[in-house]
Nanobody, 123 residues
């Protein structure tokens, strides 16, 4: 089993910054991908940024140049640095991880979601 726990949300004024962290734990041998999604009230959950091992990063168009995703595989942790925040960035931010773990002589793939952390940007 694998778990993901986020931290770092909060209330900030427009133009401010926040840094989110997500630590994965459990049966982890390799990290395939770690990412951040968000869900605003009345809207669908959307991918904000992700980092794929050996491939690179991708971002939602509206956060490109303002948000930076980074990972520390040694700590099984992913970060999201959010700058120049706007009220449109308000929502619940969820961490998602896709990893491989050893089960006997085999590798198993696991997906895990964090519980979500609220980000509120006031105008």
């Amino acid at each position: 089993q694998v778990q993901a726990v986020e931290s770092g949300g909060g209330l900030v004024q427009a133009g401010g910054s926040l840094r989110l962290s997500c630590a994965a734990s459990g049966n982890i041998l390799n990290i395939n991908e770690m990412g951040w999604y968000r869900q605003a009230p009345g809207k669908q959950r959307e991918l904000v940024a992700s980092i794929t091992t050996g491939v690179g990063t991708r971002y939602l168009d509206s956060v490109q140049g303002r948000f930076t995703i980074s990972g520390d595989n040694a700590k099984n942790t992913v970060y999201l640095q959010m700058n120049s925040l706007t009220p449109e960035d308000t929502g619940v931010y969820y961490c998602h991880v896709n990893v491989e773990g050893r089960v006997g002589d085999f590798l198993a793939e696991y997906d895990a979601w964090g519980q979500g952390t609220q980000v509120t940007v006031s105008s």
